[in-house]
């Protein structure tokens, strides 16, 4: 008896374009462990990946033991990630054997090469040379690595100073005939003046964030911080699901200012979930970039990123990417655009209620004392005064139950109403 | 057929009778269930606790790695709380009540943590309470079981000095004689005593009977203030014409020999009856089977619906495969030769009385069952006659309390299973804590009335 094959079918088409650089979806590695050599790259290509970043070429570097430390959270683990790993410690001319290799057997997926020459327009021009004979689609500025190369001004120590940054972007596009990515740090008060610097000085493309630099957690028997190097520790790069939201706002910032807004951008920083690349696209990136769930779970990851993609979009109606990239964008305004006649209050569905009290605790405690508890045994009946509700959604949010807390809306008022005009109006 | 012991090997016996609910084996096991827990407020699972265990407080201390705050926020609720965690009827208390039951999924199992936090304080003897000064006051309590321990360890607490009074050779009460021992063992119960008593201020005297070695009126002229904790013991009989044959036993006898002597020594029959569908009945009918008796079928008067324990137990004796009979009231036992031989029942059904109970109303069909060994498990009888004695108020034999324990004597209370005609051992514990409360009030009150003159 043979065995049917049942192929899925799409409606919708996530192949993606980034400047020329074509890939069947918008998922590359970003620049990291999984993307340092041959054996890795091809694994992840067979597995479906669209691109990869390979992993940060340049200066000579020696690495340490251990490199990784995490954060954990109610038992789920590596809630947060963190790394002192520098750029690749393999000799280039093996790198660059094995780029070129990578290429030539898989020529439709992108190879983008992460970059960190010394800090002189030699050293980059030789480098983007080598790189460029390899066959790669396009490069990539790492001006973020938060450790180990900041100290010899190189790494976030460019990507902090837009002026630094800015030179050498000039060098760079002086010898680049491929597009062009400048990675931003995020260990800055803003990524905008960097990204501008760099767009100014003719990046074609922004991608961001690089990691964060962390402390995740100090050993309570050894009092020494991780991860621990024969007992001492040095600030990481904070990475993984915890730093999305972070991402999110940076990403957000390069997608409102008029001048990075014109170039595309590769969205990385905690995705780990074709949702969470959804997201990142909304708020305007074309590509995302993918570390710490493919160094978690490995590479075929891709497989639910692709399929949880495409049916989302078919259920949407969207059939390309560019149909939703940057759609939510305009939707993220300042507070005092927001609409202050728009009132909400919970709704407690008492058939889904198990009565856990977390609502209510949450509500009396840590927010405005809305909700009323009837006493029972064992179970309480907890209902929402609606009167003193704010509409905050604490409830809801802690909530464990599925739509069980819903906030509806009670508006003050028909008209948009915002702060200026509120003010304007003396305060009713 | 026949009645006899020694059926197994000893690594069949060790086998039989090890640990029903095993504890997590690793601290990431633990781990998986703890982080599962919500923390309610103001929690069902604490709310259904006889002794209000703050079980979201001690799960989310599992979580942190703060296992003597877990293990303190246990014992300052239930004393016996290493105990309850093995032998409490959680499906229908803590566990029964947890809010993921309402989201038809499975509830955290309360037990089998709080037995991950206790286990290590009472293996390593941790010392978690300190004394209060010496009051000088001195309380005798009669009976080391779950009440009298409860009682003697919050009064210790307080700076009174106790003294145990306790008929057996070992304390622990119905824990150490009366439950299955798959479910606890008497090391376990040895253990749990010394951890209690370790507080210090807390004598106990074994082999000191109530009636027999001391007498009530002794007491109350010695100490301060007597707390009677002796429990139930006497089984129910049936009052049915073949009671006294050879094979016949009660469940409590029975498993009391099975803690005692050991399994080899205890006799089991090749078909025996178990009479009730209580707590005891079950623990007598699975041991039984683990024994060796080849059948072993339990008899019920009523059907599951009004069946006294839990669903959870019932399993594990159909599991052991055990039989039920329902709607069988025994009428007679037969015998040969002096030995029983068959269990002959009235078949039964429930009609509503007035009130809407069902009760079971006898019909001419009988069932007979072939027999050796019958286990006789329908309930405890108070200990009657040392209440008559000593001219306490009573119902029915269980000696009456108002408020917190207070009988008709002055200076004298009373809590667990001789107030309430046999509960579980939680309840008995938190009886033994509201006992105490009394007992201290009423020192203090005397305090004053002594200090006024």
């Not at chain 1, 093996?94 to 057997?105: S, Y």
């Not at chain 1, 964030?209 to 309570?220: A, P």
């Not at chain 1, 769930?293 to 949407?316: P, S, T, V």
């Not at chain 2, 803690?259 to 009856?273: L, M």
Request: proline residues 4%; glycine residues 10%.
């Amino acid at each position: 008896m043979s065995v049917a094959v049942i192929k899925r079918i799409f409606m919708a088409d996530i192949s993606a374009n980034f400047l020329g650089i074509r890939s069947p979806n918008p998922y590359w590695l970003a620049s990291a462990p999984p993307t340092d050599k041959k054996i890795n790259v091809l694994r992840a290509f067979e597995a479906g990946w669209g691109g990869v970043v390979w992993k940060t070429l340049g200066s000579q570097v020696k690495n340490v033991s251990s490199r990784y430390s995490s954060v954990d959270y109610n038992g789920s683990r590596v809630m947060g990630f963190n790394n002192i790993e520098l750029i690749s410690d393999r000799p280039l001319a093996v790198n660059l054997k094995e780029i070129a290799e990578c290429v030539r057997l898989f020529p439709d997926r992108a190879m983008v090469v992460s970059l960190m020459a010394d800090n002189n327009r030699e050293s980059w021009h030789e480098l983007i040379k080598q790189v460029e004979d390899t066959g790669a689609h396009g490069l990539e500025l790492n001006f973020g690595c938060p450790h180990g190369m900041t100290e010899r001004g190189m790494g976030a120590a460019v990507g902090q100073d837009p002026e630094i940054a800015a030179r050498l972007v000039e060098w760079v596009m002086e010898a680049a005939t491929i597009p062009v990515i400048t990675k931003l740090t995020p260990n800055v008060h803003s990524v905008v003046p960097t990204g501008r610097a760099a767009v100014k000085a003719g990046s074609h493309a922004l991608s961001l964030i690089n990691t964060i630099q962390s402390v995740t957690g100090v050993d309570l028997d050894t009092f020494v911080p991780n991860p621990n190097v024969a007992g001492q520790s040095t600030f990481g790069g904070y990475c993984g699901p915890a730093v999305k939201p972070i991402a999110l706002k940076m990403l957000t910032t390069i997608a409102q200012d008029p001048v990075t807004a014109k170039v595309p951008v590769s969205g990385i920083g905690g995705i780990s979930t074709w949702k969470d690349a959804a997201e990142f696209m909304l708020l305007g990136a074309t590509t995302v970039q993918v570390c710490t769930a493919a160094m978690r779970y490995g590479f075929r990851i891709i497989e639910d990123l692709c399929d949880g993609l495409n049916n989302w979009m078919d259920e949407k109606g969207f059939r390309t990417l560019d149909d939703f990239i940057g759609r939510s964008v305009p939707t993220l305004t300042s507070w005092e655009e927001l609409d202050m006649n728009y009132h909400i209050v919970a709704n407690i569905n008492q058939d889904k209620c198990i009565h856990c009290g977390l609502c209510y605790i949450s509500c009396e405690d840590g927010s405005h004392q809305a909700i009323n508890l009837s006493y029972g045994n064992p179970y309480n009946t907890y209902t929402i005064k609606e009167e003193e509700c704010v509409g905050c959604n604490l409830c809801k949010l802690v909530c464990p139950v599925d739509n069980c807390i819903t906030m509806v809306e009670q508006r003050h008022g028909d008209e948009y109403l915002n702060w200026k005009e509120y003010q304007r109006r003396g305060g009713v | 057929m026949a009645v006899q012991n020694n059926r197994l090997t000893a690594e069949e016996y060790e086998q039989r009778f090890s640990d029903i609910h095993p504890p997590f084996e690793t601290r990431d096991a633990a781990l998986v269930d703890a982080n599962r827990c919500l923390f309610c407020y103001d929690a069902p699972c604490t709310k259904s606790c006889p002794t209000g265990i703050n079980v979201p407080k001690f799960i989310k201390q599992i979580t942190t790695d703060n296992l003597k705050g877990a293990a303190y926020t246990i014992f300052s609720s239930n004393i016996m709380g290493g105990g309850c965690a093995k032998v409490c009827p959680v499906e229908k208390l803590c566990e029964g009540a947890c809010v993921y039951n309402l989201m038809e999924e499975t509830a955290i199992p309360i037990a089998r943590l709080q037995r991950y936090a206790t286990e290590p304080a009472i293996k390593g003897q941790w010392r978690m309470f300190e004394r209060k000064q010496r009051t000088g006051k001195k309380v005798a309590i009669i009976g080391a079981g779950p009440a009298g321990l409860s009682c003697a360890h919050a009064l210790s607490r307080e700076g009174v000095d106790v003294t145990i009074y306790e008929k057996e050779a070992k304390g622990g009460g119905l824990m150490t004689y009366g439950i299955a021992a798959y479910k606890v063992t008497p090391a376990f119960c040895e253990e749990e005593v010394s951890f209690i008593t370790g507080i210090g201020g807390i004598d106990i005297r074994y082999n000191q009977e109530l009636g027999k070695d001391i007498l009530l009126s002794a007491l109350q002229e010695e100490y301060d203030a007597v707390y009677l904790a002796f429990g139930v013991g006497l089984a129910r009989q049936l009052y049915i014409p073949g009671e006294q044959l050879e094979g016949v036993v009660d469940a409590i006898s029975f498993i009391y020999d099975i803690r005692n002597s050991g399994f080899p020594a205890v006799p089991v029959g090749d078909q025996v009856a178990v009479i009730g569908m209580g707590m005891t009945a079950i623990d007598a009918a699975t041991q039984a089977r683990r024994l060796g008796a080849k059948e072993v079928t339990l008899v019920y008067r009523r059907t599951q619906q009004e069946m006294p324990c839990t669903v959870a137990e019932m399993d594990i004796a159909l599991l052991d495969g055990c039989k039920i009979i329902w709607l069988a009231a025994p009428a007679e036992i037969i015998g040969e030769n002096g030995k029983a031989t068959q269990l002959i029942c009235h078949s039964v059904r429930l009609e509503e009385d007035n009130t809407g109970r069902r009760q079971p109303v006898l019909t001419d069909e009988k069932i007979v069952l072939p027999v050796d060994m019958v286990i006789k498990a329908a309930g405890q009888m108070p200990f009657e006659q040392l209440i008559y004695e000593n001219q306490l108020h009573h119902n029915g034999g269980k000696i009456a309390v108002t408020g917190n324990g207070v009988t008709s004597i002055n200076g004298v209370f009373a809590g667990g299973d001789c107030v309430n005609g046999g509960k579980e051992v939680v309840d008995a514990v938190q009886a033994g804590k509201e006992g105490a409360a009394a007992i201290l009030a009423y020192l203090q009150a005397d305090c004053h009335v002594s200090s006024s003159h």
